[in-house]
């Protein structure tokens, strides 16, 4: 089996992460794509970011309807930062029979020499990578373009920065998200509108 590991903050998930996931499975011929939020983003401010108990529902209500995702909760279950080697070294222990891929976003390869033990990582699986808004078009450093491919997903001008903005705005976010993800939102009342 042949299985794209695509993590995350989805501090919201949103429509453009359903369809780089299922843009990159489809063009790599990949049997699965395991969405993994991350417990504590090491790259990524805290201040912003709803309980991981809430994005790990808002991610598992994104993937319901498509039997090729599914939401892995490693990242999760482990205490501390949420470090990709670590989740990997899990991952194939696990499941040795498993090809797996990492989805990157490309502003994620731009930093990627900067990532915890980022030559464990190239060795022990190759990339997958999507175009993200403002990301430069090379990688800095070439130890780590030896297994990397690139997918033709369109580059869709949405973010999670962008959708917690307009909540906090009182601006709709319908269709930016997957309706069951905005329903939790309203319901949760995460990325609450100032006043």
């Not at 997903?153 to 917690?164: Q, W």
């Amino acid at each position: 089996m042949t299985v794209g590991l695509f993590g995350g903050s989805f501090n919201p998930p949103h429509v453009a992460h359903l369809v780089v996931a299922e843009v990159v499975r489809d063009q790599f011929g990949l049997d699965e794509v395991w969405w993994i939020p991350n417990a504590t983003p090491p790259h990524k401010p805290n201040d912003e970011l709803a309980a991981v108990q809430h994005r790990l529902a808002m991610t598992e209500r994104t993937v319901e309807g498509n039997p090729a995702f599914r939401v892995c909760g490693v990242e999760v279950e482990r205490d501390g930062v949420s470090y990709t080697v670590e989740t990997l070294r899990v991952l194939q222990d696990q499941h040795p029979d498993t090809d797996f891929a990492l989805i990157l976003g490309s502003d994620s390869l731009d930093h990627f020499a900067d990532w915890h033990r980022p030559d464990e990582i190239a060795e022990r699986v190759p990339f997958i990578v999507y175009k993200r808004p403002g990301a430069i078009e090379s990688v800095a450093d070439p130890r780590f373009v030896n297994d990397v491919r690139y997918a033709a997903a369109p580059v869709m001008e949405i973010s999670g920065t962008e959708v917690r903005a307009r909540r906090r705005a009182g601006r709709s976010i319908r269709y930016l998200v997957p309706e069951a993800v905005r329903a939790y939102i309203d319901t949760h009342d995460l990325y609450r509108p100032t006043d």
